[in-house]
C-alpha cells in the first residue's frame, strides 16, 4: 500500500509511536505527503509524544522551565504547550541525555566490571532526579539568595517545602545525581593538585616535575636557570615546554579544594556540562564563573544541608543516606547485572 493511500489518522499514528524527536523531524522530510501530515494541528503533540519518550518525563521539565520568582518553586504548575515552550524543553531534556550517557562513566569510574549502560527505566529515573535537583539550582542558586540569607527561617522553609514533595526514594536518587556532578567537579572541572600531580605522574613516569609551589613560585637561580635551558632555548621558543608546571591548573589542596567545589556546585547541570566539555584550562573556568557575578564566589551550595534537614526531620540519618547511594543500595541504580 502506497503512502499515498494511507488516511491521515493512520499517518498520525506512526508519528506518534516514534522513540525520538530527530526521528519525527526525519519522517517528516521523506515525501510531501508525510510533510503535510506532520504539519497538521497535531505536530506540536508528535512532537510532545515523541519529547516523553525520549526525554521524559515532560511534567517535571515544565515545572522547570516555566519557573520564576514570582512563585515558590514547590508548587506545581501547568501550562498550555506552545512552540517556544517545547524548545525550551527540548534543549533541558538533550542536557540531560548527555548526563545519562555520563553517569556510568562516573558511578562505576572504579569498578570497571560492573560498568554498564542504563537501562530505559533506570535513564527515566536518573533524568527526573535532574530536572528536580536542576530545579531547586534554578530557584536557590541564585543572586536572590546571597550566603547571608541561607539561615532565614523564611528561606530554609522554602527549600525544605520543595524537597518534601518527593519520597524518601526520590531523594535518594536526586542525591546520587548530586554525588555524580560533584564528582565531575571536583575531578575534571576543578581538579585539586594532589589530582593534577597524579595525572602528571601517571603521563611522564620517568620525568621528575619541577618543584614549583602553586601559591608561593618564588623566582629560581641564575644558575639554575641556565643549566635548564641552555642546551634548548633555541627550539623552546618555538614550541611550548613537553614538561608543564605540574601545579599550574590545580585548585588548591584539602580545605581550599573543597570550598572551591562547593561554590562549583550551585551551577546548574548544563553549566556544568558546558565547562567539562568546552572550558579545558583553569583560566577558562575562572572567566566562566567571573562573568555569573559576585554573588558566586564564597557562597557554598545548599541542596546537601537541605537534604539532611528534610531527611532528619522524617526521622533518618543523612550519612546514612549518601552511604546507602555509594553502596548502590537506593538510588538511581540498585541492581548490578
Not at 522530510?29 to 526525554?55: D, G, P, W, Y
Not at 518553586?73 to 501550562?79: D, G, K
Request: some cysteine; overall charge negative; hydrophobic content about 40%.
Amino acid at each position: 500500500m502506497f503512502l499515498d493511500t494511507l488516511p491521515v489518522e493512520i499517518l498520525t499514528q506512526i508519528y506518534l509511536c516514534l522513540p525520538t524527536v530527530d526521528s519525527v523531524i526525519n519522517l517528516s522530510t521523506t515525501c510531501h505527503r508525510m510533510r503535510n501530515t506532520f504539519q497538521t494541528s497535531k505536530r506540536l503533540n508528535i512532537l510532545q509524544q515523541a519529547a516523553e519518550v525520549e526525554f521524559g518525563p515532560i511534567d517535571e521539565i515544565v515545572q522547570l522551565v516555566t519557573h520564576n520568582a514570582s512563585q515558590s518553586a514547590h508548587i506545581r504548575r501547568s501550562v498550555g504547550l506552545s512552540q517556544a515552550l517545547l524548545q525550551q524543553m527540548l534543549r533541558v531534556g538533550r542536557v540531560a541525555k548527555r548526563w545519562t550517557e555520563i553517569y556510568p562513566m562516573r558511578k562505576w569510574k572504579d569498578d570497571f566490571a560492573n560498568r554498564r549502560l542504563l537501562t530505559e527505566a533506570e535513564a527515566f529515573l536518573f533524568r527526573r532526579a535532574l530536572y528536580r535537583l536542576w530545579l531547586f539550582d534554578r530557584a536557590y542558586h541564585n543572586s536572590a539568595h546571597p550566603r547571608t540569607a541561607r539561615l532565614l527561617p523564611a528561606i530554609m522553609y522554602e527549600r525544605t517545602a520543595l524537597l518534601h514533595n518527593f519520597n524518601g526514594e526520590e531523594l535518594a536518587e536526586m542525591l546520587d545525581v548530586h554525588l555524580v556532578l560533584r564528582d565531575v567537579i571536583a575531578n575534571n572541572i576543578c581538579p585539586s593538585n594532589g589530582k593534577m600531580r597524579a595525572r602528571f605522574h601517571k603521563r611522564f613516569q620517568d620525568h621528575i616535575p619541577s618543584q614549583v609551589s602553586i601559591h608561593l613560585n618564588y623566582a629560581r637561580s641564575s644558575s639554575a636557570l641556565q643549566d635548564s635551558c641552555y642546551n634548548s632555548k633555541y627550539h623552546a621558543s618555538l614550541s611550548s615546554s613537553l614538561f608543564p608546571d605540574v601545579s599550574l591548573d590545580g585548585w588548591g589542596d584539602d580545605i581550599m579544594h573543597y570550598y572551591v567545589v562547593e561554590d562549583m556546585m550551585k551551577l546548574d547541570p548544563e553549566q556544568i556540562l558546558l565547562l567539562r566539555e568546552q572550558c579545558f584550562s583553569k583560566a577558562q573556568v575562572e572567566s566562566f564563573i567571573t562573568g555569573l557575578g559576585e554573588w558566586f564566589g564564597n557562597n557554598g551550595e545548599v541542596f546537601s544541608e537541605t537534604l539532611a534537614l528534610v531527611v532528619k526531620q522524617r526521622g533518618g540519618d543523612p550519612e546514612e543516606l549518601k552511604d546507602a547511594v555509594r553502596d548502590i543500595e537506593v538510588g538511581i541504580v540498585t541492581e548490578l547485572y
